[in-house]
């Protein structure tokens, strides 16, 4: 069984910045990618960003320019830098990781940007 454990996740102004931690523990399998979700009150869970093994990295055109998503292979940790926060970036975030023998889900953690 793979424990996904986000952190950093808080209030934080508009136009604030945030960075989300994820580490992977437990029967980790060859990871495929890592990533983040968000869910909003009201609506579906979306992708922000994910990292594929090799690096390649794919962003949802809402955080597009504005976050980075970066991985330390050694720790199977997933980051994401958020810049240029607004109060539509409220949310549950989520972090996802695919492996050869399955995925897996962290629990969430709350962004709130508001003043």
């Known amino acids: 069984q793979v424990q996904l454990v986000e952190s950093g996740g808080g209030l934080v102004q508009p136009g604030g910045s945030l960075r989300l931690s994820c580490a992977a523990s437990?029967?980790?399998?060859?990871?495929?990618?890592m990533g983040w979700y968000r869910q909003a009150p009201g609506k579906q869970r979306e992708l922000v960003a994910i990292?594929?093994?090799?690096?390649?990295?794919t962003y949802a055109d809402s955080v597009k320019g504005r976050s980075t998503i970066s991985r330390d292979n050694a720790k199977n940790t997933v980051y994401l830098q958020m810049n240029s926060l607004q109060p539509e970036d409220t949310a549950v975030y989520y972090c996802?990781?695919?492996?050869?023998?399955?995925?897996?889900w962290g629990q969430g953690t709350q962004v709130t940007v508001s003043s």
């Open positions: 996802y990781t695919s492996m050869s023998r399955g995925s897996a």
């Open positions: 990292i594929l093994s090799g690096g390649t990295t």
């Open positions: 437990g029967s980790i399998s060859s990871i495929y990618a």
